[in-house]
């Protein structure tokens, strides 16, 4: 049974920091596609960051130059650091896994983590 567990989640003050931990099992991490979709009140899931089985690492526009993701196969492990936060942060952040990176379509997903970036 493939499972994703998020951790890292919190309450920061915009300029803040956190880092998003997702650890995987139930299945070969290291033939996978990993992803971060995030979901804040009242919006749809919005695909933030994806790093391949090759670790080629794609980021939306708006985190470039904020978020960094990375892997760790031998923790089958994905990364999500998160720099200079702002309020717009503010989301459910979850882990995905699937053969490729995608927006948001992946088929598999963790429970989430809280993010809130406020004052």
């Known amino acids: 049974e493939v499972q994703l567990v998020e951790s890292g989640g919190g309450l920061v003050q915009p300029g803040g920091s956190l880092r998003l931990s997702c650890a995987a099992s139930g299945f070969r991490f290291g033939d996978y596609a990993m992803g971060w979709i995030r979901q804040a009140p009242g919006k749809e899931p919005e695909g933030v960051s994806c790093?391949?089985?090759?670790?080629?690492?794609s980021y939306e526009d708006f985190v470039k130059g904020r978020f960094t993701i990375s892997r760790d196969n031998a923790k089958n492990t994905v990364y999500l650091q998160m720099n200079n936060l702002k309020p717009e942060d503010t989301a459910i952040y979850y882990c995905?896994?699937?053969?490729?990176?995608?927006?948001?379509?992946?088929?598999?997903w963790g429970q989430g983590t809280q993010v809130t970036v406020s004052s």
């Open positions: 995905a896994a699937d053969n490729a990176c995608a927006l948001v379509r992946y088929d598999h």
């Open positions: 790093i391949s089985r090759d670790g080629d690492t």
